[in-house]
């Protein structure tokens, strides 16, 4: 009899309640001992909202006094099977928060200026919902925007804001993994990797994922069963990092030359014969590079590759022979030497590296999201040279591999789809960044300022750019000015420094306090989730009607959902805008959509093989994912790209040079087929369905070629012809772009223990992480004559800050870093008292200076806990200091910074720091000089290739450029 845990889990059977007795889960109350008293529980699923991740928590809910005990983990999710990293179980830290906000709130006085009155939900919505109305009726939909941190969900609000017909979607993208995106999807289409890290023999990570990656426990976990199952695990991180810790092989290269170093591994499995050819050979588009590049030498009368046969349609010699020695030819200047150069490792450190990653076949896992694909400019190279890695391997979609995203996650088909938008963004999306893997959202105060726009009602969502972006200084500027923001309501369970420069704090639940759905690409399955207010399915459970999660939460905290629901619905209340339609019952016309019926009708309708499972155990769909929290839709979903293609979709099909098949066939419904969208189709009207291979026309990937694109007709369609094929490119932070007293700050480290914004009200990871210290090399403090605990000033481009040194071996020398995770600080007496500093902001002009007046200390409050704070010091807020650094083909702000580093003067005092807004808008101008704009560089008088992915896209019309006369 198996001893483990039935659930997707696995884990073994005492670990976990099973889920049979999640109706009354008995234990002891550790607070009686020694008396052995009994507390009965419910045990409700949700999911945590402290990172991507959405790992699955079970809400422990005492019968007896009808609250929540605690949080664990829930066996039943796939993703995550029942375990978590400390920010879950401190959910509970953050209901029961005694510095939350608990009631709607309306700004006295001028914005910023810290006064407020509480108002009731019904004027905030009539307030918004005449605004927005207004600003639509009048066709000013272009002043309409909402911009998000973390979404948590599966596009719920995007679909809200279609319902509108407004494209002001604004993500917090671009500060975070636009540089990643943009590497992947222009290899695959897809613009995230879904590593199989439990089944690979060898693992290859940029930066930390086992303590504070994207899908942070979920991977973590399977990087550790990998290396169980014996797979070598190399590192590379500039900082010693815990994961780098638990590597075979660590290396520490010069930030930025990562791309080096994966192009000598490259050019080893290259020139050694060691790649999988004949996967390179089915997969890659090289045909495509051979026929380019034969018109290119023709035209410089060079000669073209060796000769071997005349391909189809008079095409130039194509054979795979030409294509391995052209590779060869190409990458061989990448040698072991030359990465060492580059990097600071040495040579044959790199090259058993190389030797380890030939020994992996398709079973070598890899990973980058953030660090340097978001810290160097060009930093999106990195990450398609990673992945280059896996297509020579033919490690793609294998068991141990590395996937396209879409293809482990499942996003169901909702009860209403509104049309795309019949507009452009052009505030978000401006026509600088064709390629941009998502809105510009960090440049928007300049883009405000330059006169390019205003917005009428403006909704930050989960979302502190004052703190979290570059040049925070800007956006109090941007905020602070009602004549380029009207109306700004801060949706938020917490107070922000954002939130202080609103008209209106909106409260909205925590993670236990909302519904969301998502689905993540954690391991190669698809799987949904399902986060809920726990009170309310407890109560739904137990017979009682909850028609609001307003009757469940703490205060007057709502819900987003029900929230857009109900201001979609008071914008047209009468119908007549065509935007009431999208959030109607179905089950009674004429009155507004429920969550219950919402998510009711997405698990009766859109999720394959549930109804019958919940049929099993008695139970409705909504009542299956009330109970467990998750489904698991597939265990497996394989190598996609290589299924065939069914004969139903082929109908007068035709295939053009490079083996693309068009047909005129409908796509079918199945949620499952690879999406492929590719160019627009043929001249004749048929849609690309797949690409012959071997004379089978197989489904291949999402890319206009339809196979793994180690060359881009993208990029060279679009002004980036030196970027065709993956390329080493030295970025901002090159040394050869130093002065001689610079040097390069990481400012992205993330910590396990705490999230941006978010934390800062959970007191057990405030005890644990509350400051941030500039990790400096023992050789670089004693050049300076530093030591721990010293005042050292850091100067970026526009300003500096003054921090405390750590001195320490964890880093390369010469480098320095600081995590981002700290520096809260608050104007105003409201706030979190926790790790918010009380700090006094001066400006004159373009000048500001921000001065800590006070740390934290122990405060009265509903939690006695508040009284035993022992820590004062909740670091510096860097990135205040940082000026934006767009990248001109992805758009992600650049992070690393070039900075001098000294001793601070006797005058500076911790926390101090300084900022010229001026310079930041002259850095901003240099950055966006770099950009080669569509107005000019656009091959068909487009915004931005449609193939690529885009949140909400506009209907296709408004992707044309605007003429003169329009
Ligand atoms: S990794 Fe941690 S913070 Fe992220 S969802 Fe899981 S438990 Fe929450």
């Known amino acids: 009899m198996s001893t483990r845990y039935p659930g997707p889990s696995r884990i073994h059977l005492s670990a976990f309640p099973p889920k049979e007795r999640w109706n009354d889960w008995t234990e002891l109350d550790s607070q009686a001992w020694p008396q052995r008293k009994e507390r009965h529980y419910q045990l409700v699923p949700t999911t945590c909202f402290n990172c991507e991740s959405a790992c699955g928590l079970l809400a422990y809910i005492d019968k007896e006094t009808g609250k929540i005990q605690k949080f664990e983990g829930n066996p039943e999710n796939p993703g995550s099977r029942g375990r978590n990293c400390a920010k879950g179980p401190a959910t ?55 911009h998000v941190g973390r979404p948590g969900e ?83 991180d500039t900082r010693l990092s815990n994961t780098a810790t638990h590597a075979d092989y660590y290396i520490a290269p010069y930030p930025g030359s990562e791309a080096a170093i994966l192009l000598a591994t490259a050019n080893y499995l290259i020139q050694n014969n060691l790649y999988n050819r004949e996967f390179v050979r089915k997969w890659w588009n090289w045909q495509e590079y051979l026929k380019r590049e034969s018109g290119v030498r023709s035209q410089k009368s060079e000669e073209p590759p060796a000769t071997s046969q005349v391909g189809k349609g008079g095409l130039p010699p194509l054979t795979f022979e030409d294509f391995d020695q052209e590779l060869k030819a190409l990458y061989a200047e990448y040698t072991f030497e030359f990465a ?132 925070g200084f800007s956006w109090i500027e941007a905020l602070s000015d009602e004549s380029l923001i009207g109306c700004h309501a801060a949706l938020t369970p917490v107070w ?63 819900e987003e959902n029900e929230f857009w629901m109900e201001l979609t619905w008071r914008i047209d209340r009468d119908g007549s805008l065509g935007i009431r339609q999208f959030v109607e019952s179905k089950k009674k016309p004429g009155t507004r959509l429920s969550v219950d019926e919402y998510y009711g009708w997405i698990f009766e309708n859109s999720l394959p093989g549930l109804p019958e499972k919940a049929a099993a155990e008695g139970l409705t769909p909504l009542e299956f994912m009330r109970r467990y929290g998750s489904y698991e839709i597939k265990k497996k979903t394989g190598a996609l790209y290589d299924e065939n293609v069914a004969a139903a979709e082929l109908d007068d099909q035709r295939e053009d040079d490079f083996g693309r098949v068009f047909t005129r066939a409908a ?38 070629s339809g196979k793994l694109e180690f060359f881009s007709q993208t990029l060279v369609d679009w002004g980036w012809d030196e970027y065709a094929i993956p390329t080493y490119i030295r970025g901002h932070i090159h040394p050869q772009n130093l002065e001689a007293d610079q040097t390069i700050l990481i400012s992205t480290f993330r910590l396990p223990i705490q999230i941006h914004t978010r934390s800062a009200n959970a007191k057990w990871l405030n005890e644990i992480a509350h400051t941030n210290p500039l990790w ?95 820590w004062n010091d909740v670091g510096v807020h860097q990135n205040l200091t940082f000026p934006v650094h767009p990248d001109p083909i992805s758009g992600m702000h650049c992070w690393h910074q070039a900075v001098r580093v000294r001793k601070a003067d006797p005058t500076d005092n911790y926390g101090d720091i300084h900022v010229d807004t001026a310079k930041s808008h002259e850095v901003y101008k240099k950055w966006l000089a770099q950009t080669r704009p569509a107005q000019k560089y656009s091959p068909n008088g487009e915004r931005r290739p449609y193939w690529m992915l885009r949140p909400l896209k506009p209907a296709r019309e408004f992707y044309k450029l605007p003429t003169e006369t329009t």
Not at 436 to 457: Q, V
Not at 852 to 867: F, H, I, N, Q, W
Request: with cysteine.
């Open 496 to 558: 922000s420094e954002t939130a202080y420069f609103a008209d209106y704090v909106l409260p909205m639940g925590l993670g236990p306090e909302r519904h969301d759905i998502h689905s993540y690409e954690t391991h190669d399955s698809q799987w949904l989730g399902f986060r809920q207010p726990v009170m309310r399915a407890a109560r739904q459970r137990n017979g009682e009607d909850v028609h609001d999660t307003r009757e469940v939460n703490p205060g007057e905290v709502w």
């Open 667 to 704: 796509k079918p419904a199945s949620p499952n087929v690879v999406p492929l969208p590719g160019p627009d189709g043929d001249a004749d009207g048929r849609r690309l369905v797949g690409i012959n291979v071997d004379g089978e026309i197989k489904r291949g990937f999402p890319t206009p």
């Open 340 to 471: 060492a150069q580059e990097s600071g490792v040495d040579a044959k450190t790199l090259e058993e590296i190389a030797q380890l990653v030939a020994t992996a076949g398709t079973q070598l896992s890899s990973h980058n999201w953030r660090s340097v694909t978001s810290g160097n400019s060009h930093g999106w190279s990195v990450a398609r040279c990673l992945f280059m890695l896996n297509c020579l391997m033919g490690a793609v979609a294998t068991e141990g591999g590395v996937f396209p995203n879409a293809w482990n996650k499942f996003v169901p088909k909702p009860i209403h789809t509104p049309p795309h938008p019949k507009m452009w963004g052009e505030i978000n999306w401006p026509q600088e960044f064709p390629l941009s893997m998502h809105e510009m959202s960090f440049l928007l105060p300049h883009l405000l300022k330059e006169g390019r726009g205003k917005l009428d009602t403006y909704f930050t969502r989960v979302y502190n750019p004052v703190w979290t972006n570059p040049d």
């Open 92 to 146: 509970l830290n953050q209901v029961t928060d005694p510095d939350r906000i608990l009631y709607p709130l309306k700004r006295v006085g001028r914005r910023g200026e810290g006064n407020w009155e509480r108002v009731t939900w019904d004027q905030v919505l009539d307030d918004l919902a005449a605004r927005i109305r207004k600003a639509i009726v009048e066709d000013r939909k272009g002043e309409i925007m909402y």
């Open 154 to 236: 599966d596009g719920f609000t995007e679909r809200i804001l279609a319902a509108w017909g407004v494209d002001g979607h604004n993500s917090h993208t671009n500060i975070c993994s636009s540089g990643a995106r943009e590497g992947y999807q222009l290899w695959m289409g897809l613009d995230r990797p879904s590593p199989d890290h439990a089944n690979a023999k060898v693992i290859l990570l940029i930066s930390a994922h086992l303590e504070s990656g994207h899908y942070f426990n979920p991977h973590a976990q399977r990087i550790i069963d990998g290396k169980t199952n014996g797979a070598k695990l190399i590192v590379m």
């Open 776 to 870: 400096l090399h023992t050789s670089h403090a004693a050049k300076l004559g530093v030591r721990t605990g010293d005042l050292v000033r850091v100067e970026t481009e526009i300003g500096y800050f003054v921090v405390r040194a750590w001195v320490t071996e964890g880093i390369k020398p010469g480098i320095v870093a600081c995590s981002h995770h700290m520096g809260r600080w608050k104007i105003h007496e409201t706030g979190q008292k926790q790790m918010m500093a009380t700090v006094k902001l001066d400006h004159t002009g373009d000048r500001w200076g921000l001065k800590r007046e006070a740390g934290v200390g122990p405060y009265e409050s509903s939690d006695k806990d508040t009284l035993r704070i022992w």
